[in-house]
């Protein structure tokens, strides 16, 4: 399959969309504006890697070694994943150029 | 049949806690440049001198998160008028709570929306009185509002803050709503809504001024309807709807003390913003309870709480969960009892008579009484 995103592309929520684990009800939710989504178990391993340091790739090479499964399909799911949350508007993906490592 | 024995209920009237709520209206001030028609604020408006101080809300907004509140909105009146506003954004983020700014935008310098970005404020909610100058201006009584709220907009956008543009709609502006949707494209923002005035506060006052007809109504659904579909992607719509001339009542605040709660400007914690309207309740003050103590406790909000409260129309009825029995300050207002069933449903014995007086509203005259404070100001 091919993936909609770049794997160097370096995955960060957007302003205005926060993670958090909710003690009062022992679950982690998405905030967003006007909304409360419950996450499932697989996107909250993703989301808490989703930080504006890691790229995609490395999310991929960290969650199939935790998981210890292969790596094209743990790369299938994120890539898809991620790029759900991009069309709402609640991931923005940047993509690193040539000279620009330090940031 | 009752198979737990007495001794394990001490007390019939135990009932389990309720869930945590996942959201509170923080009502941090009624001051307001603008004196909208249909504001939701009560007739009695708090002033400065009742106002709670920073360090109250600070502690309210600690026991919010604590009780389960993951998002807070601070409003008003007008929540920049409290000049401590982004000293609250700044605690609701250290305690993990969500902030949501609900702004009508007049009197907000950039420099004013840069400090409350950097406190770290999550989203921004900016009313429009109109989708144009002529009414916004009209509307709000304000003039040159809607310029204002358009640089405070951009303004919003520029710092890369999520923007919803906040539209109540009703006899004189209803015919805007492709405006108001074009005017949420064109100033960036990701969701608009679109709230049919309800009749509480001012708006009650004001209904004559107000109501829509149903023509008008119908037509506002189908173009709400056109544009979700349309934009899909683009841009949220989120509506509020009418409900003088629908068959089913709204599912008021998803059930009453159920998923949020309201603290006004002098620290009442109300289930509702216009649960005031309710005489017979008695609602505690956060000077003296705790948030929890409130929402587990106060009588107020254990008054309307589930389905046992219900009148047998609505206790028998397969909906009873879905909209809760409607809106208790509606029964209230139309009917003169909190427990009777919503009007606005086709099974209440008054809906007749609250479609009749829907119907003549809509045929009345244009003028405002406009909000304000209706007592002489003796603090300064
Ligand atoms: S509805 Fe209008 S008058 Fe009321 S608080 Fe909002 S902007 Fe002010
Ligand atoms: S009878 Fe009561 S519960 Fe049933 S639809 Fe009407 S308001 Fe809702």
Redesign the interface.
């Known amino acids: 399959m091919t993936a909609i995103l770049a794997a160097t592309g370096i995955p960060r929520l957007a302003r205005g969309v926060r993670l958090r684990h909710d003690e009062a009800r022992g679950q982690w939710v998405l905030l967003a504006p006007e909304r409360v989504l419950n996450p499932d178990p697989v996107a909250v391993e993703i989301l808490r890697k989703v930080d504006g340091a890691r790229s995609i790739d490395l999310i991929v090479d960290e969650l199939a070694s935790t998981f210890s499964v292969e790596r094209e399909r743990v790369a299938g799911d994120v890539d898809a994943f991620i790029a759900g949350l991009v069309e709402k508007g609640m991931i923005e993906v940047a993509v690193p150029t040539i000279g620009d490592a330090a940031s | 049949m009752n198979v737990i024995a007495p001794a394990a209920r001490p007390d019939a009237t135990v009932r389990p806690a309720p869930p945590?709520p996942?959201g509170m209206l923080a009502e941090l001030t009624h001051r307001c440049p603008l004196q909208c028609p249909y504001c939701s604020n009560p007739v009695e408006l708090d002033r400065r001198n009742v106002e709670l101080d920073t360090e109250t809300w600070l502690r309210v907004f600690s026991e919010a998160a604590?009780?389960?509140v993951?998002?807070v909105h601070l409003s008003g009146g007008e929540p920049t008028a409290r000049r401590d506003l982004e000293q609250m954004i700044r605690h609701c983020v250290e305690v993990?709570l969500?902030t949501?700014l609900i702004t009508a935008g007049v009197g907000v310098t950039p420099e004013r929306l840069q400090s409350i970005s950097d406190a770290g404020i999550?989203?921004v909610q900016l009313s429009f009185q109109g989708a144009t100058p002529e009414i916004t201006d009209k509307v709000s009584n304000y003039r040159g509002a809607h310029e204002r709220k358009l640089a405070v907009a951009r303004e919003v956008r520029r710092l890369?803050?999520?923007l919803?543009v906040n539209s109540v709609v009703h006899r004189a502006n209803i015919h805007q709503i492709p405006d108001f949707i074009e005017l949420a494209l064109q100033l960036d923002a990701?969701?608009i809504e679109i709230a049919h005035s309800q009749y509480y506060g001012w708006a009650l006052r004001n209904r004559g001024a107000l109501m829509p007809t149903r023509d008008q109504v119908f037509w506002a659904l189908d173009v709400v309807e056109e544009a979700r579909v349309r934009l899909k992607?683009r841009l949220t719509i989120?509506a509020v709807v009418p409900d003088y001339y629908a068959k089913y009542p709204k599912p008021c605040m998803n059930g009453w003390g159920r998923q949020s709660l309201n603290v006004t400007p002098s620290g009442k914690v109300l289930p509702c913003h216009a649960a005031e309207t309710i005489p017979s309740l008695d609602f505690w003050n956060v000077r003296e309870h705790s948030l929890s103590d409130v929402w587990l406790n106060s009588p107020a909000f254990n008054a309307f709480r589930g389905t046992d409260w219900m009148p047998d129309l609505c206790r028998s009825c397969e909906r009873k969960e879905l909209d809760w029995g409607g809106c208790r300050c509606q029964a209230m207002a139309i009917a003169g009892d909190a427990a009777a069933t919503d009007p606005a449903c086709h099974k209440s014995p008054l809906h007749a008579h609250l479609l009749a007086l829907a119907e003549a509203d809509a045929t009345g005259g244009e003028d405002y009484d406009y909000r304000r404070y209706t007592t002489p100001d003796r603090t300064t």
Do not use: S
């Open positions: 945590a996942y604590k009780l389960g993951l998002q993990g969500y949501n999550d989203h890369g803050l999520p919803t990701k969701r992607g989120d």
